[in-house]
């Protein structure tokens, strides 16, 4: 499992609509938001290529002025280990 943590910078008058945008994206929630745009997100997919994708489709959405990724860590499951 790959968990992320990224910033996103939406336009403050965006932000209703950017907030509801990634509430539809599977794997994403969001953990904190400040007036001005700023969204405080995780990323939670089962690959890399997941995660990029999910990134550049959280980095392309209207309204979004940047998504920085802060950090990253895959897991392995335990389950597929044994």
Not at 48 to 76: C, K, L, P, W, Y
Request: aromatic share 4%; hydrophobic share 40%; charged share 20%.
């Amino acid at each position: 499992m790959n968990i992320s943590s990224i910033i996103v910078h939406a336009q403050p008058t965006q932000l209703a609509s950017v907030r509801g945008g990634l509430e539809q994206i599977p794997g994403v929630e969001i953990h904190a938001v400040t007036d001005d745009g700023k969204l405080v997100v995780t990323i939670e997919t089962d690959t890399d290529g997941e995660t990029a994708g999910t990134f550049d489709r959280i980095n392309t959405m209207d309204g979004v002025m940047s998504a920085a990724m802060v950090f990253h860590q895959f897991e392995s499951d335990p389950q597929k280990e044994a």
